[in-house]
């Protein structure tokens, strides 16, 4: 059973276009909900992190948006780069406990110069 | 480099063969986790380690994997007689305690079981 969906599988954005990713959850003992990026051969890399207690966080030119009534949380990247070209993962854990992440099954970002 | 490290990056097995990865985590970080990552899936749970205690296993670690991690610094994770199922990419994360829940991954280690 997948604790964590994400939409879409994959994403075509023009350079300097929005990138938007989704994600929902289930379990509402999760309380933390970080987005890896990912390249070809890569491990994940932490990208921005959120938990509950606020709706939004900005870094730079990500954000993340987040509806805990509705146990979701979705990633916009703007201004688009080619460099962002990437898999996007979401993830989800109950940061008092094991703390293990449960991921999504990704997005693959591809930004069209 | 103070990143995640992991060794091999590579490792092409026949089928029944035992095979060891290596995970040597952030100086001072007292929690690593392994994930096993297929193809176009995200990473997924496996096991973690609490300094030198594995406190927790996936019902994706059957009993052909075992991971140590003595003196509570690298970690290792074998797995016995493998099969083409295991063909994955393994990866390690470790994260401080008290950072709560940020993780920091290794490049992983890619499998190849012919």
């Given at each position: 059973?997948?604790q964590?969906?994400q ?7 023009q350079?300097?276009g ?8 289930e379990n509402?003992?999760?309380?933390y909900f ?9 491990g994940p890399?932490?990208l921005?992190?959120?938990r ?8 730079g ?8 009534s509705?146990?979701?949380?979705s990633l916009h990247?703007?201004d688009?780069?080619p460099?962002?070209s990437?898999?996007?993962f979401?993830?989800?854990s109950?940061?008092?406990g094991?703390n293990n992440?449960f991921?999504?099954?990704?997005t693959r ?5 | 480099?103070?990143?995640?490290s992991?060794n091999p ?7 029944g ?5 290596r995970?040597d985590?952030i100086?001072e970080?007292?929690?690593?986790y ?5 193809l176009?899936q995200?990473p997924?749970f496996l ?6 205690a ?18 509570g ?9 493998t099969e083409?199922?295991d063909s ?8 401080l305690?008290?950072?709560?829940g940020?993780?920091?991954f ?9």
């Amino acid at each position: 059973q997948q604790q964590v969906k994400q939409s879409p599988q994959s994403l075509i954005v023009q350079k300097g276009g929005i990138s938007i990713i989704n994600c929902a959850y289930e379990n509402t003992a999760f309380d933390y909900f970080p987005w890896y990026q990912q390249f070809p051969g890569k491990g994940p890399a932490l990208l921005i992190a959120i938990r509950p207690d606020v709706s939004e966080k900005k870094e730079g030119r990500f954000t993340i948006s987040f509806n805990k009534s509705a146990k979701q949380f979705s990633l916009h990247i703007m201004d688009s780069q080619p460099g962002d070209s990437a898999t996007y993962f979401c993830a989800a854990s109950i940061e008092t406990g094991a703390n293990n992440l449960f991921f999504g099954t990704g997005t693959r970002l591809t930004v069209i110069p | 480099d103070t990143g995640v490290s992991q060794n091999p990056r590579h490792k092409i097995t026949k089928r029944g063969q035992n095979v060891t990865f290596r995970c040597d985590p952030i100086s001072e970080h007292n929690r690593l986790y392994w994930y096993r990552q297929t193809l176009g899936q995200g990473p997924e749970f496996l096991t973690y380690f609490q300094n030198e205690a594995q406190l927790e296993k996936s019902r994706l670690l059957s009993d052909r994997f075992s991971a140590e991690r003595p003196k509570g610094s690298f970690s290792t994770l074998e797995i016995q007689r493998t099969e083409q199922g295991d063909s994955a990419m393994y990866l390690c994360a470790s994260s401080l305690m008290s950072m709560g829940g940020t993780q920091y991954f290794g490049p992983g280690t890619r499998l190849l079981v012919l």
